[in-house]
């Protein structure tokens, strides 16, 4: 997501981060008793917000960045800023209008219904470019819409072998890139 985000400001992308919340009151399922939230590592993240950055047509499939943030994300138009706890999928859909309902598997795939990278950012501080970030090496997303109103339930693997699950429900900010970046997916992934 560090490549993603610095990609952003190159073009203009705003978002200002601040830390989440931790919560560790469990209820069994994992989330520690949080909807749109996310678990790593026995902690507990609640996610804010969710937004979805359309990048164009790749490879006969629709390349978008869907991207959970903690509260405190203040989206301008213009610049990132601060420090928080983010999750970021390079992922692939059948339509521009936004993913499609289905099962999204980690893979090196350009087509839809794969994400082929992800990221979890903790405690990052965009000015600085710095905290820990964490690679996502598989997994899947379950995904359902009605409209720009998302249900999202993720079990994924972090590269330290983790499992990093969580679930999101509720609107998704689209925003279109397509105009303004001609950059490919090949381009926006980042060497580890």
């Not at 830390?19 to 678990?39: I, K, P, V, Y």
């Not at 390349?63 to 989206?75: N, Q, V």
């Not at 980690?106 to 905290?131: K, T």
């Not at 359902?144 to 998704?172: H, L, M, Q």
Request: one cysteine or more; aromatic letters at 14%.
């Amino acid at each position: 997501m560090k490549k993603i985000l610095l990609s952003l400001l190159v073009i203009s992308m705003p978002f200002a981060f601040s830390a989440c919340d931790d919560d560790d009151d469990d209820n069994g399922n994992g989330l520690n008793g949080e909807e749109n939230s996310f678990t790593y590592d026995g902690e507990n993240f609640a996610i804010d917000q969710g937004l979805l950055l359309y990048f164009g047509i790749y490879n006969d499939a629709h390349d978008f960045d869907l991207i959970f943030h903690c509260e405190g994300i203040s989206f301008d138009g213009q610049s990132f800023s601060g420090r928080g706890d983010a999750l970021d999928f390079l992922i692939y859909s059948d339509s521009g209008a936004g993913l499609s309902p289905g099962t999204y598997n980690y893979g090196d795939q350009d087509e839809p219904f794969y994400f082929v990278e992800a990221e979890m950012l903790l405690d990052y501080d965009i000015a600085s470019d710095s905290g820990t970030e964490i690679w996502i090496e598989g997994g899947s997303l379950e995904v359902d819409r009605s409209g720009n109103v998302y249900t999202i339930d993720f079990n994924v693997t972090a590269e330290d072998g983790k499992p990093v699950r969580g679930s999101f429900e509720g609107p998704i900010q689209l925003v279109d890139f397509s105009k303004e970046s001609a950059e490919s997916p090949d381009k926006r992934r980042r060497s580890r």
